[in-house]
């Protein structure tokens, strides 16, 4: 079996508000809207991160982006007006900034560096 796509939902309470949000996010409008209950972006070749609205499941997700330069990306982010938290290290190789969206869903951003 092979696995060809990922989706990612976040679900939130307000898809209006939260769509503004992560338009700043990354830095650009929505790759696609399918409905009026999501929208999509492509974050990274086959894996995509959907928005959509459920007010059930709302600020409860976790998703972590791996990025090539976390410093740059904190960077943009802040200059976009997205309120981003301390770089913390992770193990030996590994860097994070996280990032709580309008609806309370935890989003982190890792660079991971080459070991020796």
């Given amino acids: 079996m092979t696995m060809e796509v990922l989706f990612a939902s976040v679900p939130?309470?307000?898809?209006?508000?939260?769509?503004?949000?992560?338009?700043?996010?990354?830095?650009?409008?929505?790759?696609?809207?399918?409905n009026e209950n999501e929208v999509m972006w492509c974050v990274a070749g086959n894996g995509w991160l959907y928005v959509i609205d459920d007010e059930k499941r709302a600020g409860r997700t976790v998703v972590t982006i791996s990025v090539n330069d976390l410093d740059r990306f904190v960077t943009d982010l802040t200059a976009r007006g997205i309120d981003?938290?301390?770089?913390?290290?992770?193990?030996?190789?590994g860097?994070?900034?996280?990032?709580?969206?309008?609806?309370?869903?935890?989003?982190?951003?890792?660079e991971v560096s080459a070991k020796d």
């Fill in 12 to 34: 939130v309470t307000d898809l209006s508000t939260a769509t503004a949000w992560y338009e700043r996010l990354f830095g650009r409008a929505a790759d696609i809207v399918p």
């Fill in 95 to 110: 860097r994070k900034a996280s990032v709580i969206d309008c609806a309370g869903n935890s989003l982190s951003f890792i």
């Fill in 84 to 93: 981003v938290g301390p770089i913390e290290t992770v193990g030996e190789s």
